[in-house]
């Protein structure tokens, strides 16, 4: 079956632009979490969707970002006036939403570029 | 706060060879324990997945034992094959009620043939 799919897979902006990622979860999956990998890092925890709202957005870096999932299912990542540090992939998981025991399954992720 | 720290950050290892990658983590308080592997350009896969409960799983040539009291886990990859190179990262789910996970840098992986 599909898998969880985020676009763009690549985005270069510049200093102070605005940028969406989309995420497209696994159908059926109501908890999704947006994760942001800077180059040899893990993954950091930014935000976590259970169904349409924000269960803990305690890893958002500042109010420059901030997530959305209108309807419980696909869900964006919005970021203003992008900074150079801003630059990493950013991870896109979804899972059922059982509780802890879930397994996340991640996307390919969309490599974000601020020149 | 929950730390997970990787050693070692990269490892090169003739074709056919066993390896051990190790993981620790600084609060013992966790639910599981996963072991994923990244891919160049790709998303994150899972590879095995230790409940809090248990001491080890295995999958194939893949190996991951967990000892929660003393903060360590190590995955053991058993006749190691270039197609097991690759970024493995380790990660836990806190000893709370977040679901987030917390990973390691992870360990850059290269199998020479």
């Known amino acids: 079956g599909a898998g969880v799919s985020q676009t763009p897979s690549n985005k270069v902006t510049e200093k102070g632009k605005y940028v969406e990622l989309r995420c497209d979860p696994i159908?059926?999956?109501?908890?999704l979490y947006w994760y942001r990998q800077s180059l040899g890092q893990g993954p950091e925890f930014l935000i976590y969707f259970q169904g349409t709202g924000a269960a803990d957005d305690s890893g958002l870096p500042n109010d420059r970002f901030f997530a959305v999932r209108p309807e419980g299912s696909v869900s964006t990542l919005k970021i203003q006036r992008t900074e150079r540090g801003d630059s990493a992939v950013y991870l896109c998981?979804?899972?059922?939403?059982?509780?802890?025991?879930?397994?996340?399954?991640f996307g390919p992720g969309t490599r974000l570029t601020v020149l | 706060k929950q730390e997970v720290t990787q050693i070692p950050a990269a490892l090169s290892v003739p074709e056919g060879e066993n390896l051990v990658l190790n993981c620790s983590f600084t609060d013992s308080a966790i639910y599981n324990l996963q072991w994923f592997r990244q891919d160049p350009g790709k998303g994150l896969t899972s590879l095995l997945l230790?409940?809090?409960?248990?001491r080890e799983q295995t999958s194939g040539r893949l190996n991951a034992s967990l000892d929660k009291s003393s903060g360590r886990s190590t995955l053991y990859i058993a006749a190691s094959q270039p197609g097991d190179s690759a970024t493995y990262l380790c990660a836990v789910r806190p000893g709370n009620r977040d679901d987030k996970i917390i990973f390691g840098k992870g360990t850059r992986l290269h199998i020479l043939p």
């Open positions: 159908s059926g999956h109501t908890a």
């Open positions: 998981a979804s899972s059922l939403g059982q509780g802890i025991t879930d397994t996340q399954y």
């Open positions: 230790i409940q809090s409960s248990q």
